[in-house]
């Protein structure tokens, strides 16, 4: 088959983009052919498709495109539109495979898609389509206000970044891709947990028809020795949803001797001169590679998930799962699909450092028994529910039944 891809970004910025790449990879090892469609960034790997890209947009930072610009752009981009019309001629694909688009790409490259007649298939990797903020957050508590397509909450609560002209154009795509009918052309759309799938559905996400795929990840032939294990590791995006101020505050608390955080985003400056203040031992890596992220949590006596807003099925995980690490991680969205409690991991409540501190101690304190019984249901999940055979096995059928 030929699928085009399509994803704001083409580097490992965080997990949806990795499974992208991961996924582009393993169609083509299927023999498929794939066309990618992103945004040009100076981090992008390399790619023969990057001649149809469009043209850059920040929405912060030193290289963040003017404000007006930026948020018109969000709401409808005629670039995106652009590229995929051409992108498309040439390629001419059986199947459009749409991940994380909004803010960026924004939804019209599906209405182009769709006026051009192509299938299209949107991979949901986040909350966009039902709340303007993308993480039902409104001030670090979870919040589904805009369910029913009430999303002028999301302008009077701020819950863009807290800024007015960021939300304002937020809403203002919720509400142009509502007017138009986007998300009801979409011709199939996948979730990777079944918690993500039921609350946009409850929420009024007008889909013809949703599956739920759990995301996949390879699973290595050997593990790391035990000896090389030590502290604590965190790997994501550092923004508030994740709840890495609340790790550091739990680490802190629990005395941990090392926490490594690979990963970068909005709220990097405050959580380092939080950690520098408070003279804890953490090292900030910033976005590494699949190779260096493996090494980081190979490392590690335990990866931490301590987000405070409904995780999907976080790839990072699974790694971890994958490398027979423990995770903890907090009782939220699909980390309990994930992790069966007990089972393969451990769940803590979102946002209570104090109790997070006091399962840190509990597992950095584990026998190697008990770390190896955790860790081989863990690898086992991986093997049956997470394999990247069975994954574009299911991946297929669906683009087939289009």
């Known amino acids: ?206 889909a013809r028809r949703i599956e739920v795929l759990p995301n996949f990840c390879e699973l290595p032939e050997s593990l790391p020795r035990a000896r090389r294990r030590r502290g604590v590791a965190y790997v994501g995006r550092l923004s508030p949803e994740k709840g890495v101020d609340v790790l550091l505050r739990a680490c802190a608390a629990a005395g941990v001797d090392s926490l490594e955080v690979v990963g970068d985003g909005p709220a990097a400056g405050a959580l380092k001169a939080h950690a520098h203040a408070a003279g804890m031992p953490v090292s900030f890596a910033g976005w590494l590679d699949k190779a260096a992220v493996w090494e980081t949590i190979s490392r590690a006596q335990v990866l931490c998930v301590p987000s405070v807003w409904y995780e999907n099925c976080p790839i990072v995980a699974l790694e971890a799962m994958a490398l027979g690490t423990p995770v903890l991680a907090t009782d939220l969205g699909g980390l309990p699909e994930l992790l069966d409690h007990g089972r393969a991991g451990i769940l803590t409540p979102p946002g209570d450092a104090a109790v997070l501190a006091s399962a840190l101690r509990r597992v950095l304190a584990m026998s190697d028994a008990d770390v190896g019984s955790l860790t081989s249901a863990a690898r086992q999940r991986v093997a049956t529910r997470h394999a990247p055979a069975s994954f574009v096995a299911a991946l297929e059928r669906i683009y087939e039944s289009l």
């Open 1 to 206: 088959m030929r699928i085009l891809l399509v994803n704001s970004f083409y580097y490992r910025r965080g997990g949806d983009s990795a499974h992208v790449l991961d996924l582009e990879r393993l169609l083509t090892g299927r023999g498929h052919d794939v066309a990618v469609l992103s945004m040009h960034h100076p981090k992008n790997a390399v790619s023969p498709w990057s001649r149809y890209w469009v043209p850059r947009v920040e929405f912060r930072g030193a290289d963040s495109t003017p404000a007006v610009v930026a948020a018109l752009r969000s709401v409808h981009s005629r670039e995106a539109a652009k590229a995929l019309a051409h992108i498309a001629a040439d390629f001419a694909p059986d199947v459009v495979h749409v991940h994380a688009v909004h803010h960026h790409l924004s939804t019209s490259v599906v209405a182009e898609a769709k006026k051009r007649g192509f299938p299209v298939v949107w991979t949901l990797h986040e909350y966009r389509t039902v709340c303007p903020a993308a993480d039902l957050l409104r001030r670090g508590r979870i919040c589904e206000e805009c369910a029913g397509g009430r999303f002028w909450h999301g302008l009077l609560y701020r819950c863009k970044s807290e800024s007015a002209v960021k939300s304002a154009a937020a809403v203002l795509e919720s509400y142009w891709s509502r007017w138009r009918g986007v998300h009801a052309l979409v011709d199939c759309y996948i979730s990777p947990s079944d918690f993500l799938a039921q609350t946009v559905m409850r929420m009024g996400l007008p």
